[in-house]
Every structure is written in C-alpha cells, then in structure tokens.
C-alpha cells in the first residue's frame, strides 16, 4: 500500500545556484508578472506540511520553491525533508540559507520578491510580494489553513516586532546594478 504522506512529495535534484538573470528592465518586468501569477495559482490550495502539490497541499516554504521553479526561474531544487517544527528546537537558518544563495536581502520589496519572518528561533516562513499599494503577500500560511493572498500590514502576526520582517528579490543584483 502507498504511504499517504508520498502523495505530497516530488524527487527533485539538489538545489543549484544557476539563475536566470534579466537582462532589461522588460524582462525583469516580465519575469516578475509570472512570478506573481504562479503563486495566485496556489490561491485556496490547503495548508499541508511538507506537500507541494497545486489544490492539494502545500507548505510555506515549499510555496515558495515550486512557485520559482514552476515559473522557470530556477532549476528544481528539494530542501526537504524538514520536521514541522524544526524552528522550535534549532538555531540553524536553514531557510534563510536556501533563500539566500537565490536571492539578496533589500530594503524594500519589489512585484514578486520573497518576504521572511522569523518563527521560533530563526527564519520559517515567507510569502511572495504580489501587489504593492497596498503591499500583499501571498503566502501558505497555517492559521489560515491555506494559500492566501493579504495585506502584508494587516495581519497582526506578521507585523509582530519579533518576526524581524526581511525582504529578498531574486533580482537584487539588477537593482544594484542599475539594469
């Protein structure tokens, strides 16, 4: 018989840290519309931990995984596996890691950037900027039971001083740049 749990699972390959840098502001543009429309596919997909399958179930951090790998901006990558609770026992910034070696922290978030908060002792859950005025962020979040889309000020356990709110864009060295 099939483990149910395997249902939520994908083989993939290790993370690589090839990325595919615009060149142009119109094809950052472009890169971040599709960006932000992979992750409102995930819209009312239940919150599962561990899953990563559309309208099935899907955590926070594999949200964010297979949004970037779905909409072609990384190769296919894997951190699991990962205890649920992982962040209540450990100081390791395991997922401030994989988001770091993929994207650069910035001051202000951009269409399609990464948001992270810190759960228990260190960094455990983030969303994807999918507007700006006001600044939504699409997220599997727990307390909702599912992918939501909110604004990002709204939700009083996310603003909480604690969380220590960071911004990462996959397109940080085009802002450097100038690009």
Not at 13 to 23: K, S, V
Not at 25 to 47: D, F, G, I, S
Not at 86 to 106: A, P, Q
Not at 143 to 169: A, I, Q, T
């Amino acid at each position: 018989m099939t483990d149910p749990a395997s249902v939520f699972t994908t083989s993939v390959q290790p993370i690589q840290e090839a990325r595919l840098a615009p060149r142009s502001r119109e094809a950052e543009a472009a890169q971040r519309a599709t960006v932000v429309a992979e992750a409102r596919k995930w819209l009312r997909t239940p919150y599962h931990g561990g899953a990563d399958i559309l309208g099935a179930g899907v955590d926070c951090g594999m949200f964010l995984v297979r949004v970037f790998v779905d909409s072609g901006m990384v190769a296919p990558f894997d951190p699991r596996p990962y205890a649920q609770d992982w962040m209540m026992h450990n100081e390791g910034e395991r997922y401030l890691g994989f988001v770091g070696r993929l994207c650069g922290e910035v001051a202000a978030p951009g269409l399609g950037d990464l948001v992270l908060f810190r759960y228990g002792k260190c960094y455990a859950h983030g969303g994807i900027i999918t507007g700006l005025g006001p600044v939504m962020v699409t997220h599997s979040f727990e307390p909702r039971g599912r992918v939501v889309e909110e604004d990002l000020y709204r939700n009083d356990d996310l603003v909480l001083p604690y969380r220590k709110m960071k911004f990462f864009s996959f397109w940080a060295d085009n802002q450097k740049a100038g690009a």
